[in-house]
């Protein structure tokens, strides 16, 4: 599976959009990017996935690029409860296993 | 709510001593997996199974081993804790669609201390 980078850690304003950006530049072309969540001393929470085309749900949009090399999760108005870490992962093969990297830790403040 | 559901949420255990973790789910999935978490660390995948087909991830200790009697429950055993096995041991299950949309949910894991 495809490695992803991801910045260690971020700010966001309180109703500000929360912008997450992922590197995954070795992404082959039956490789899914997910995003999970995990909110602290909690399970990891799936927020979205997408292949090609830009996905959006009632937790975020997921903007890819047209190349596929990097991707970014958007929080449209970032609430305190959205502080947690947030990982990125590329998944696919043939056994589309979930390999976690760092992720980034996501900050929302006042 | 069908759900992911971890017992007990806090465990404490002796060095040496097994331990047994439960994982159990309302969502009929046919995976079930374990991971483990150390603290400031990833998850990391212990092993999974689909339906009663256990696979093991290579470098997964031996002191590790599981056990699914049913759809519902699986059970993860810790053979003889060391100081090195406190963690975060989180559970998930998919449907085990083929392909890769298959989207894993996570139980709130059991936080394991060795004494």
């Known amino acids: 599976d495809a490695k992803t980078t991801q910045p260690p850690s971020m700010d966001c304003a309180e109703g500000r959009a929360a912008n997450l950006p992922c590197n995954h530049s070795?992404?082959?072309?039956?490789?899914?990017v997910y995003w999970y969540r995990q909110i602290h001393s909690q399970g990891p929470q799936y927020i979205i996935h997408?292949?090609?085309n830009n996905e959006t749900n009632e937790m975020a949009s997921l903007i890819i690029t047209e190349d596929r090399k990097s991707s970014t999760l958007i929080l449209p108005h970032a609430t305190l409860r959205d502080t947690a870490v947030y990982y990125c992962?590329?998944?696919?093969?043939?056994?589309?296993?979930?390999?976690f990297g760092q992720g980034t830790t996501l900050q929302v403040k006042p | 709510d069908a759900m992911v559901i971890q017992n007990p949420r806090y465990q404490v255990t002796q060095f040496g001593k097994p331990v047994t973790l439960s994982c159990s789910q309302t969502l009929n999935h046919n995976v079930m997996y374990w991971y483990q978490q150390k603290s400031s660390q990833a998850p990391k995948l212990l092993f999974h199974?689909?339906?009663?087909?256990?696979?093991n991830e290579a470098d997964t200790p031996d002191n590790f081993q599981s056990r699914r009697p049913n759809t519902s429950f699986c059970f993860l055993d810790i053979r003889s804790p060391g100081l090195g096995d406190a963690a975060m041991y989180l559970c998930?299950?998919?449907?085990?669609?083929?392909?890769?949309?298959?989207?894993?949910?996570f139980g709130p894991g059991t936080r394991l201390t060795v004494l």
């Open positions: 998930a299950t998919s449907r085990g669609d083929r392909g890769y949309t298959d989207t894993q949910y």
């Open positions: 199974y689909y339906d009663k087909d256990f696979n």
């Open positions: 992962i590329v998944r696919g093969g043939n056994t589309g296993k979930l390999i």
């Open positions: 070795t992404i082959s072309g039956n490789e899914y």
């Open positions: 997408g292949l090609k």
